[in-house]
């Protein structure tokens, strides 16, 4: 089985601060977003997914 080469990066994987309730408890789930420079996040305390600009 191969993976899909896209979805790797060597983007920082440091905790991102959530935009609905201001935790750093998140976690990427996914290197890209709808386009090249958005990826998807997730929090772990209020359970909201949401995007990073970078």
Do not use: I, N, W
Request: charged fraction near 20%.
């Amino acid at each position: 089985m191969t993976t899909d080469p896209s979805t790797t990066t060597t983007a920082d994987d440091a905790a991102v601060q959530c935009p609905y309730c201001g935790s750093t408890d998140t976690k990427r789930e996914h290197p890209k977003g709808p386009s090249l420079c958005r990826s998807m996040h997730f929090c772990t305390d209020c359970q909201q997914p949401f995007e990073r600009f970078h």
